[in-house]
């Protein structure tokens, strides 16, 4: 009977298969486990179970996925695995696209006979999991020997040597010395060397020449200005929350600031990175107020955020999920937010290790307020409480008096328009007239015995224009002998509305002078919803006929005197309130300490469907399942702990790496923010690993690490290419020459800035004023334009939906998640920036008029030109006399375009072809 | 999955040098002929590239209608909301924008009549795209994830109502590079800034040669635009005078690229500048509307003060497709004298009423002049805001944000004109049949391209990326 069923089934399923349980199997066989195999595995196979399902044993189909079974067997109608295929559900798999119907049929078939699955077959055994390389801790490696000793300056240079002398590869030779100095003073200042500098170091032959240049760099300020932006780069910094309502974070600055001031005098990496994640918590170094442990941690607040989402918890969780890619990639080359809706697909981080990092960011507090159609912002103060207090109590006074002024104005506003009222009709006969029949409003006003003022009000208002206003449909319609009954329908449905609203106005003001009384909150003051009576809402408020005035002079005449006289009380009392307070105590965008929550996996990453409970712990693979859980507070502080301890095997790999790559162009990883399976394996493991242990010996120190990469060979040479290096590695992963690169757009714009003498070398503070939108128009929402300083690039404020479009032209990123490194495009709308940008014409303007009115002959202004712009002499050899070249030029330009500054102009446009040329773009 | 680990070249190297007009088969070349010059030949990322099949639109026009057009006023007429208007929603209430100030259902106060061969109903709100109807694919069951603009827009654009993500314009000119060297692939006309700004047309962490080129912004009146590409004209030199400029740094950079052997990128900074140079010579011309004869210019609603705006952007929309832009986006959006769009939270029947007038007639101008031109035909027209709107009243006279069912269109470019797709709930609420998620309006975009969107993906952060997501399946019954 049971088999007559299934193979009814089978037949109408187009299957020839199996009548019996050694032929259930069957049917596995040829058509279930292939179908699983070829369109399960991938996700749900022995290496990766996404929400824990493992379709390629008897015991992980069974057991099923992280929320439950997936079949029930013999019943294919209530079996998630059959709703799943046949897309009836949420859940639609395989997810590229449905099965076919001859496939669903097949395993609604095998669930229906059971799901029979052969008996003998057991799990494989799991063979451990070799341990990834940047899993492993750190090793010490020493350099390794090489034939050619003399090319050693550095440890370093030992170990690019030995892999070149392994392919029997030549380093390039030294770079010469105008281009080493060119080179290093652009990659430690973003500037290029000044005259003097450029003299100094050529004068100077001792053998600690670059080694001077080097400490002389570091020393300078521009050093934190450049080295505090590729951390910026990293922290994805800006300075509005971007997505939808692109609030200004009014204090990131701050934050800014504070990473410029650490690279600048050495801050240790290892304190560095602790602040960045709980500064907060540390105990503060003088003051009772931990001024940069705060600020430092707008590296966590200072993410993109869709405050104006609607699903508060999606968009709490958005924000975690941002500082948890951020802290991963950004310190741990780890992809950590891929384990967001599912086990990571090639990293062993599960959706358990992912939920465990968000359990310590949603226990922090990140937003001052969530609800609300927009939430708001949360900004720390950087004084003691009671200052922060004091400050506060002082707004609230202001507050205050802006509260009584108002009360004031609307209980005039009441007697205006309750003088006014009964003759509302009156008022719109007579505008009728005047805007329709062409009569005069002052004439009408006396007349009618009507106040002008108003009048003219009510014949702006009712004028027709363009706009389709339903609630006046009635008015217009109306003929000469409809006018006075729609007239009079006028003024008593408006009469209607203002009694009842006076009434509910009453009642609220009752109420709430009762619970003053008794020192209960006030009801919420009533709010008149204008789709209720659009004619009502229009006439009595905002600019309406019958609002109250919101001008001071119109209130003169309107308001009685007594009435004036107290609004201008309140005023003199709110501006020497707002003189005498003190000032805004300075705040920051920071995080503090929220209500721990009790954390649970998001299944798929949906918070409505919850999986496990999860402890707030670090990733088991990197610590091991026996770690204690944190059980107080957020486990900020702890987080910032273990990533700093010198035992953590990515930390200091990652940043060297990353210091690595801003010197060199690429890294020894050359995925810097992915060290995962998918990131590209080391080109030197070894030097890596050394380079690693020297940062945390020399207490965490990146300028001792500048110091150890820059007075190497392998900075040192030029880059120079031979035939040979190219056929034998053209990518130069064995770093045989230096990789030439591209100026950032920081680097071009500050250049330019300071060939001219126009660079403001100020250093920190904000050039962004407001706070959220204010009441911006949305299409207001600009960034500060650059042309509007003189600055440098790293201190215009970014308003993260609109960068400059200069920044965007020329690489900057998006400032929306953390960067691994500038991409470098080739594009003519660059070239145009160079060719006709008003910018550019100024600064090589500027230029030619420096040159001009220094002294010497043109030739002597042309070498100058070269040093300044490009960092070195022109060419005399042979064909290429550049001098001779610029001379027959400017003469050509001078002819071209005659006049009274054919000479200036000519200048302009040699000195624009400088700073055009591949010589200044390119630091070789 | 991750071809290019097993080239020499990094894939940063790669993108690098592609971005630059470089690859490869550049360097290789170079090597083989031992000479640095060689660059003429090299690959353009913008250059035309074949689709992965036959392709029914060869580029698209979008008219982004920003603030979220009601679907219940326009083309997706209710009946049922006419017979129990003012009742309550008979069904739980999803998550709107601004909780709390709904009311309950309201009927449209617009008539809805059949147009064309095809009977296609349209509101009177729309009486210009009404005739058109039978070159109009009308899609009744369009669905996204965001209640708020800011997701919205930014799913509507790229995909992703979280991340940011190349917007749509990116992909397809990463797919199909463009067929004019002289303009942008992507070309994005008076873009709002809000709800996203910039990142509805970034090309994010695909190469910037696939970025939306901005024509001025939202809050601008066309005749306020400086100038149409910014840095596009030099105001001091004339022509002659910048060629000579230009032939000096030519030389200049030439003796560099010699003298640093085997840097394509020197050399690909050279070409830059030659494009740069054509392109202020070729590129204004494409934004001379004035040349355009005066029944075209009636046709768009040119003539009329109300309609002007997007008139122009029409107008330009159609000159820049007839040279070779590959997609091209206009937005109506908040603006001078439009504060709020389409986004009537209340006041529906003032500001719908506006916001129609102002884009009505150039929408149907364009579609005739396409049509009459032949470039309807293998032109992708889409029409549609970030979400619809709410069967239920807000603030009285207003509708909120509906993402879970609403209309766009789609005309011309391979798809069947005069017919309706999927359909909302008998209130307009939910679409429930033929679905079409915003990944499903993408899939099937790049499909009449000639796309498949499974295959046009670009690996970055440690896996293939691409504008579906996971997610998109081809509407195949909408393809003629």
């Known amino acids: 009977m049971r088999l007559a069923r299934y193979f009814l089934l089978l037949l109408w399923a187009g299957s020839a298969v199996a009548q019996s349980a050694d032929e259930g199997s069957a049917l596995f066989e040829s058509r279930i486990r292939p179908l699983f195999a070829a369109h399960c595995y991938a996700c749900h196979g022995s290496a990766m179970q996404m929400a824990g399902l493992n379709l390629s044993t008897a015991a992980g189909f069974f057991r099923g996925r992280d929320t439950g079974p997936i079949v029930v067997k013999g019943d294919p109608e209530h079996s998630a695995l059959i709703r799943a295929v046949s897309y009836t559900g949420t859940i639609k798999m395989p997810p590229g696209g449905k099965l076919s119907p001859q496939q669903i049929a097949d395993l609604t078939a095998w669930v229906k006979m059971g799901a029979p699955w052969p008996q003998a077959e057991t799990a494989p055994a799991q063979a451990p999991r070799p341990q990834f390389w940047s899993f492993q801790p750190v090793k010490d490696y020493p350099p390794p020997q090489v034939r050619d000793r003399t090319w050693v300056q550095s440890p370093i240079d030992a170990f690019i040597l030995a892999k070149l002398e392994e392919k029997g590869i030549r380093p390039s030779p030294r770079a010469d010395k105008l281009t080493l100095l060119r080179r290093a003073t652009f990659d430690l200042t973003g500037l290029p060397p000044t005259q003097r500098e450029i003299a100094d170091f050529l004068a100077d032959d001792s053998p600690q020449a670059f080694a001077r240049v080097v400490d002389r760099l570091l020393a300078s300020p521009r050093y934190g200005e450049r080295w505090g932006r590729h951390w910026l780069d990293v922290a994805r910094y800006a300075d509005s929350t971007g997505a939808d309502e692109d609030h200004r974070y009014p204090y990131a600055w701050r934050y800014r600031d504070y990473v410029i001031d650490a690279f600048n005098r050495d801050l240790p990496y290892d304190q560095f990175i602790q602040e960045q994640i709980a500064g907060d918590l540390l105990p503060a170094r003088a003051d009772e107020v931990n001024v940069e442990g705060i600020t430092a941690t707008g590296f966590l607040a200072l993410g993109p955020k869709l405050i104006a989402e609607q699903d508060k918890v999606k968009m709490l969780y958005d924000i975690v999920d941002e500082q948890i890619d951020v802290v991963g990639r950004g310190l741990m080359g780890l992809t950590l937010a891929c384990a967001r809706c599912h086990d990571h697909k090639f990293d062993p981080i599960t959706t358990k290790d992912y939920y465990s990092l968000a359990s310590i960011f949603a226990s922090t507090k990140q937003l001052a307020k969530v609800e609300g159609v927009v939430s708001e912002l949360y900004f720390v103060p950087l004084v003691p409480k009671d200052e922060a207090a004091r400050y506060q109590a002082h707004l609230d006074r202001i507050n205050a008096k802006k509260e009584a002024i108002e009360e004031i104005v609307e209980q005039e506003g009441r007697r205006n328009a309750d003088r006014l009222r009964p003759h509302l009709a009156e008022y719109m006969t007579a505008a009728r007239k005047i805007y329709a029949g062409g009569a005069k409003t002052e004439e009408m006003a006396r007349a009618q015995g009507l106040d002008e003022r108003v009048l003219g009000k009510w014949v702006e208002y009712l004028k027709p224009n363009m706009e389709v206003r339903p609630h006046l449909a009635n008015w217009y319609k109306a003929t000469p002998a409809t006018l006075a009954q729609v007239a009079q329908q006028y003024q008593a449905d408006f009469d209607a509305r203002i009694r009842d609203w006076e009434g509910r106005m009453d009642k609220w003001r009752r109420e709430a002078a009762e619970a003053r009384a008794s020192g209960k909150k006030a009801p919420e003051k009533p709010k008149f919803v204008a789709g209720d009576d659009r004619f009502f809402a229009e006439v009595r408020f905002g600019k309406g006929p019958f609002a109250p005035p919101e001008k001071d002079e119109e209130r003169q005449k309107v308001f009685p005197a007594e009435a004036n006289a107290r609004i201008a009380v309140l005023q003199q009392e709110m501006d020497a309130l707002k003189k005498s307070g003190p000032p805004e105590p300075p705040m920051a965008c920071a995080v503090t300490e929220g209500e721990p929550v009790e954390q649970h996996v998001f299944v798929r990453g949906n918070w409505a469907v919850k999986g496990d409970a999860v402890p707030k712990r670090f990733p088991v693979v990197l610590t091991g399942a026996g770690q204690p859980p944190i059980t107080h507070g957020s486990g900020r502080l702890e987080l910032a702990r273990w990533l700093a301890s010198p035992e953590h095997p990515l930390t200091a790999r990652v940043m060297v790496n990353r210091i690595w790559q801003w010197h060199f162009g690429e890294g020894l990883v050359r995925t810097p923010s992915n060290f995962g399976r998918l990131g590209e394996a080391p080109t030197h493991p070894e030097l890596l690993d050394f380079l690693a242990k020297r940062f945390i010996e020399s207490g965490w120190s990146i300028k001792a690490m500048h110091r150890l990469l820059m007075l190497s060979s392998a900075y040192q040479m030029s880059p120079e290419i031979s035939a040979e290096q190219v056929k034998a590695d053209a990518a130069n992963l064995l770093l045989s020459h230096f990789n030439r690169r591209r100026l950032d757009i920081e680097e071009i714009r500050d250049t330019l800035l300071a060939l001219d003498g126009s660079l403001d070398l100020t250093m920190h503070g904000s050039l962004q004023e407001g706070k959220g939108t204010d009441v911006e128009f949305s299409e207001a929402r600009m960034s500060f334009n650059p042309d509007k300083s003189r600055r440098r690039t790293v201190y215009l404020p970014l308003r993260r939906s609109n960068l400059p479009s200069v920044l965007n032209l020329f690489d900057f990123g998006d400032a929306t998640t953390t960067s691994e490194g500038r991409s470098r495009t080739n594009i003519a709308p660059q070239a145009l920036f160079m060719m006709n940008s008003g910018f550019v014409t100024e600064r090589t303007r500027g230029l030619a008029k420096m040159l001009l009115v220094e002294g010497g002959d043109d030739a002597a202004r042309i070498r100058r030109a070269y040093l300044i712009t490009l960092g070195r002499k022109p060419l005399a050899e042979g064909s290429d006399d550049e001098v001779r070249e610029a001379l027959e030029y400017i003469r050509g330009f001078e002819k071209k375009r005659p006049g009274p500054e054919a000479r200036l102009d000519a200048w302009e446009s040699f000195c624009r072809v400088l700073t055009a040329s591949n010589d200044f773009v390119y630091v070789n | ?480």
Not at chain 2, 285 to 314: H, M, N, V
């Open chain 2, 1 to 480: 999955m991750d071809g290019n680990r097993f080239l020499p070249l990094s894939r940063r190297d790669l993108l690098r040098n592609s971005a630059a007009g470089f690859g490869m088969v550049a360097l290789a070349a170079m090597l083989a002929e031992n000479s640095p010059l060689h660059a003429e030949t090299a690959e353009n990322p913008l250059a035309p590239k074949a689709p992965h099949f036959p392709a029914r639109a060869k580029r698209v026009i979008f008219l982004f209608m920003h603030g979220g057009p009601s679907h219940i006023d326009t083309f997706d007429p209710k009946p049922r909301l006419v017979r129990d208007n003012g009742k309550p929603l008979p069904f739980k209430r999803p998550l709107t924008f601004a909780e709390g100030q709904t009311g309950g259902l309201m009927k449209s106060p617009w008539e809805f009549k059949p147009y064309g061969e095809s009977g296609t109903p349209v509101s009177e709100l729309l009486p210009h795209m009404a005739a058109c109807v039978d070159d109009i694919c009308v899609v009744r069951s369009m669905v996204g994830d965001s209640v708020a603009h800011g997701g919205a827009l930014l799913q509507l654009h790229t995909g992703s109502n979280t991340f940011t993500r190349p917007s749509m314009g990116s992909w397809v000119v990463y797919g199909l590079g463009t067929e004019n060297r002289n303009l942008p692939g992507f070309i994005t006309i008076k873009p709002s800034l809000s709800h996203g700004g910039a990142k509805n047309w970034s090309s994010s962490f695909l190469p910037a040669a696939y970025q939306g080129t901005p024509i001025g912004h939202g809050g601008m009146k066309p005749e306020d635009l400086p100038e149409p590409i910014e840095y596009l004209k030099n105001k001091g030199l004339t022509p002659e005078q910048q060629r000579y400029e230009l032939d000096m740094l030519q030389k200049m950079n030439r003796r560099s690229a010699r003298r640093w052997q085997y840097d394509p990128e020197l050399e690909g900074r050279i070409q830059a500048f030659e494009l740069a140079f054509r392109m202020q010579t070729e590129a204004p011309e494409a934004f001379e509307i004035e040349k355009e004869s005066e029944a075209t210019r009636k046709l768009y609603g040119l003539d009329r003060p109300e309609c002007r705006d997007f008139a122009w952007q029409c107008l330009l929309a159609r000159r820049l497709i007839e040279r070779g832009v590959r997609f091209v986006q206009c937005s109506h959006t908040y603006g001078p004298g439009n504060e709020v769009g389409w986004d009537a939270h209340n006041e529906l029947v003032r500001l719908h009423s506006r916001t129609s007038r102002q884009v009505d007639q150039p929408v149907a101008g364009l579609l005739r002049d396409l049509k009459a031109r032949g470039l309807l035909q293998d032109t992708l027209v889409i029409w549609g805001g970030e979400f619809g709107r709410t069967p239920i009243s807000q603030g009285g006279d207003g509708r909120d944000h509906n993402p879970y069912g609403y209309t766009m269109w789609m005309a011309g470019g391979g798809v069947k004109g005069g017919i309706t797709y999927g359909a909302t709930d008998e209130f307009g609420y939910y679409a429930v049949e033929d679905r079409m998620h915003i990944h499903d309006m993408h899939a099937t975009m790049l499909y009449l391209l000639g796309l498949d969107h499974t295959r046009l993906t670009y690996f970055y952060g440690g896996r293939n990326f691409r504008l579906t997501d996971v997610a998109g399946n081809v509407a195949h019954k909408i393809v003629a």
